[in-house]
């Protein structure tokens, strides 16, 4: 893996492994939350689809491959994922707007010891030093 990665994250941690909870976690929380005539309910609908159908979902969040291994791997996309990049800040600005809830962006070139990866992300277990 080479290149910039990114995260977009909240202040709340993500139990039990104390990471911050991740930009997915607030907007499908939100999507479920808000009333349907909530002005961007529709638009984040809309992204979220986007993403699930053109965002592998990982097959792996752990070191081992037993079944109840517990997943403390962390999510990134690659920065040279433009149009996921792109729709993922369309995600911040509807989440911050719909939710009142700040994203902040972490990046790095050393997101860990990487579990799986794709063209569009990696999924890996931080080093110590790794931004979280």
């Known amino acids: 893996m080479t290149g910039t990665v990114l995260r977009f994250v909240t202040h709340s941690t993500h139990p039990p492994f104390g990471h911050r909870s991740g930009i997915f976690k607030?907007?499908?929380?939100?999507?479920?939350?808000l009333p349907a005539t909530t002005s961007c309910v529709e638009e984040l609908a809309e992204q979220l689809i986007w993403f699930e159908n053109n965002m592998a979902k990982p097959t792996r969040f752990s070191t081992s491959?037993?079944?109840?291994?517990?997943?403390t791997a962390i999510s990134w996309v690659k920065a040279s994922a433009h149009e996921h990049v792109r729709r993922l800040c369309l995600l911040v600005a509807l989440v911050e707007e719909a939710g009142h809830v700040q994203i902040d962006e972490l990046r790095t070139e050393r997101p860990g010891y990487i579990v799986f990866e794709d063209n569009h992300q990696v999924v890996a277990l931080p080093f110590a030093d790794t931004p979280r």
């Not at 491959?65 to 997943?71: K, L, V």
Request: aromatic content about 6%.
């Open 26 to 33: 607030v907007a499908y929380g939100l999507s479920r939350a």
């Open 65 to 71: 491959r037993h079944p109840r291994a517990q997943g």
